[in-house]
């Protein structure tokens, strides 16, 4: 093919590439040289004056482009010295790593982290030896000099252009592809079931959530637990404005499952902190009277962000703060988001007290909690 | 303005006691209009211990707290019921007398001397009662329950504080401290009381007992052994990645320079 490019140099593959015909070339002459100094990996010695080959076999017509000497001898063989030194390290934390592996069993925990010591010390200093000798070869060894290589144009030659399309379209012929439209048609309906497979195995995906992320355990009558202890609360025992707790619902302590979704903080405000609507639905900026008791309010532990528990509650400024990504929600104004990127309130659980006088759930949230999904539905 | 708001007490002496109701009394009917007259129970003892702990009041915190523990919108809060357990937590802290105010007051040396809080503590507590400052037996972590602890310091504490006691921010300036320093008496008194942005966890709400074992989990986690590496402070692996990130980020930025750097030699 390298003899078919017109317009081209010859010179310019070749010196860079060496050319097709250099192997053949290059075995021929290795036969006869291939004596004591031959090191494995560079080209015959009698070839050995340019490592990036010979214009096809042609005898050298160029001046050598670099040294083959260091400038500085003795400083080079202090060099040559720290880098076989680096180079023995190497092998020996290398025979290290080997030996470690047999020498320490891993039967018990605390033989296990000697064993990962032993084995990551090695390597790591078998390959930083390593490294650090190739560098040294690298700046003090081998020569600094500038080389220009000539590249050849990615764009094949006209003729090479013009060939593979008279041989595809010949192939395209000869395999009666286009001749014959039944072989064509049921080849492709044969790939079909196959290609849509994937899109149907991701079924296994699991099955669709349903209406689950529009609920939670939360369901009328259920007491509010003091979580961690799980006592029931009284509205006169968690009196103290100020005051915040996490709770759970009753029955549901141990299922984190359902806590995922179900946890809860409660606030207690002073007289006149917070800012109701009276109605029985929540009006965005406004905590829904009905649904707190004595001026405690309940809402989600769950940022509307990403889901993560938002406690941070500050008495001071009545801010609810998620640790996450700092979305930080007003306590007095419905958990409204005031800073963050959070876009909607924390809900709101609706309270009330029972018989004995507990806290306790009027219904479940009646908005989802926790992150955003697209058939969330109309509340704000 | 007369003492008659303020319940009299039979017995010490006449004078000091006069002089104590009358300076507690007229302080309370200043800043409320009457109101209910059941405040100012005075449990620490001695009016003599009150007259002093106005002294200091009026030395180390009127400028700031107003000269009747009322408050300064917007400086400082309003004293009145805040009991000798907010005194006991603030100044014992060092956190109060402060310099000047800030987003969230540090944890400095202490400034009083211990007979100075308690007579503090009892001038604010004959402003307006409020709860008290516990017993050290009372407090003690000795033999409490440490899983129901850990339980609710997960529960009510971590959130802020870290989940080992090693705090963490808040908003605009303000941060939860670590609890490293704190000793059992203070963490019961910043639960009771809830200083500065800390809610407030009442004894109806989380008992004395619960309490108790909150302060038991806090204490046990400091002689927690580290499983190797540093602790830097226990702030979770985030902290440990960083510092490592960086170190390695800097080990080979320097071997990056050091590998192209150019060779001093000169050919040709």
């Known amino acids: 093919m390298s003899d078919s490019t017109a317009g081209q140099r010859p010179g310019d593959y070749d010196e860079a590439h060496g050319g097709p015909d250099e192997v053949p070339a290059e075995s021929a002459a290795a036969g006869p040289d291939s004596g004591r100094h031959r090191v494995i990996g560079t080209p015959p010695p009698a070839r050995a004056h340019s490592l990036l080959g010979d214009a096809g076999g042609q005898p050298p017509a160029r001046p050598r482009e670099l040294p083959s000497d260091p400038d500085d001898l003795p400083g080079a063989r202090r060099a040559e010295r720290i880098v076989v030194a680096c180079f023995l390290i190497a092998m020996l934390a290398g025979l290290g790593f080997l030996a470690s592996y047999f020498i320490f069993n891993v039967h018990t925990v605390s033989n296990v982290l000697y064993s990962n010591l032993a084995l990551g010390s090695t390597l790591g200093l078998a390959f930083l030896a390593m490294a650090v000798g190739a560098v040294i070869w690298v700046r003090r060894l081998m020569p600094d000099v500038e080389l220009t290589e000539a590249r050849k144009p990615l764009r094949s030659a006209p003729e090479d252009r013009a060939a593979f399309a008279e041989t595809f379209a010949e192939g395209a012929d000869a395999s009666q592809f286009v001749k014959r439209p039944m072989l064509r048609r049921t080849l492709i309906a044969a790939t079909v079931p196959v290609a849509v497979a994937p899109i149907v195995l991701l079924r296994d995906l699991g099955p669709l959530p349903g209406t689950k992320l529009d609920h939670t355990v939360w369901r009328k009558g259920l007491k509010l637990l003091n979580y961690g202890a799980n006592t029931p609360i009284r509205p006169g025992d968690f009196s103290s404005p100020g005051g915040m707790i996490t709770v759970v619902p009753d029955g549901y302590q141990d299922n984190f499952d359902a806590l995922a979704k179900a946890a809860v903080i409660i606030i207690k405000f002073a007289p006149g902190q917070v800012d109701y609507t009276s109605e029985d639905h929540p009006v965005p900026g406004k905590v829904v009277r009905n649904w707190s008791v004595d001026n405690i309010v309940a809402y989600s532990k769950i940022c509307t962000h990403v889901g993560c528990p938002a406690a941070l509650y500050e008495q001071t400024t009545h801010h609810i703060l998620c640790p996450c990504h700092q979305s930080t929600f007003d306590a007095t104004r419905g958990a409204k988001v005031i800073f963050g990127p959070a876009t909607r309130p924390l809900p709101q659980l609706p309270m009330t007290v029972d018989a004995q006088g507990y806290l306790v759930a009027r219904s479940d949230f009646t908005e989802p909690v926790g992150p955003s999904f697209w058939e969330r539905g109309p509340s704000t | ?268």
């Open chain 2, 1 to 268: 303005m007369s003492p008659t708001t303020v319940r009299r007490r039979p017995l010490a002496g006449y004078a000091v006691v006069l002089l104590g109701l009358v300076a507690a009394g007229l302080s309370y009917a200043a800043i409320t209009d009457g109101g209910d007259a059941s405040a100012a129970s005075h449990s620490v003892a001695g009016q003599a211990q009150v007259a002093e702990g106005r002294a200091i009041f009026l030395q180390e915190c009127a400028s700031c707290h107003g000269l009747f523990g009322q408050g300064v919108s917007g400086i400082a809060p309003d004293l009145i019921g805040v009991g000798a357990a907010a005194v006991d937590f603030q100044v014992s802290t060092g956190r109060m007398p402060a310099k000047e105010p800030e987003a969230e007051m540090p944890r400095r040396p202490v400034m009083l001397t211990r007979q100075q809080i308690r007579a503090l503590a009892a001038y604010i507590e004959s402003l307006g009662g409020g709860p008290g400052i516990p017993s050290k037996a009372a407090v003690a972590p000795y033999g409490a329950n440490y899983g129901l602890g850990q339980q609710l310091f997960t529960a009510d504490c971590a959130q802020c504080h870290n989940f080992q006691g090693a705090g963490g921010a808040l908003t605009y300036g303000k941060y939860a401290p670590p609890l490293t320093k704190s000793t059992p008496v203070q963490i019961f008194e910043a639960m009771l009381t809830g200083p500065e942005a800390m809610p407030v966890f009442n004894n109806t709400t989380i008992t004395p007992q619960q309490k108790r074992d909150i302060i038991a989990y806090i204490v046990q986690t400091r002689s927690e052994p580290n499983p190797g590496g540093f602790s830097l402070g226990r702030v979770g692996p985030v902290t440990e990645g960083l510092v490592v990130f960086l170190g390695l980020l800097l080990f080979m930025v320097l071997a990056a320079l050091w590998i192209t750097a150019k060779h001093r030699k000169a050919h040709e």
